[in-house]
């Protein structure tokens, strides 16, 4: 059995086997989204189109795999 955690908190480090885990990166997703909303905010409600963001998550491979 494996056991892997989302978005690689401090805690995946320290615990004993340290735990893969899947890095979303919260701090561009934030940014990105609040990129997205002054965007957003700056077009004409006439002019906005309905998109889809893809952010790829990265694998940190530790010992819990």
Do not use: C, W, Y
């Not at 989204?33 to 965007?39: H, K, P, T």
């Not at 077009?43 to 530790?62: D, F, G, H, W």
Request: proline share 5%; glycine share 4%.
């Amino acid at each position: 059995m494996a056991i892997i955690g989302h978005d690689d908190i401090e805690f995946s480090e320290i615990v004993t086997p340290s735990l893969t885990t899947i890095d979303m990166s919260v701090f561009r997703l934030g940014k990105r989204a609040v990129e997205i909303l002054i965007n957003e905010i700056n077009t004409p409600l006439e002019e906005r189109i309905n998109r889809q963001l893809i952010m790829e998550p990265k694998l940190v491979v530790r010992k819990s795999t």
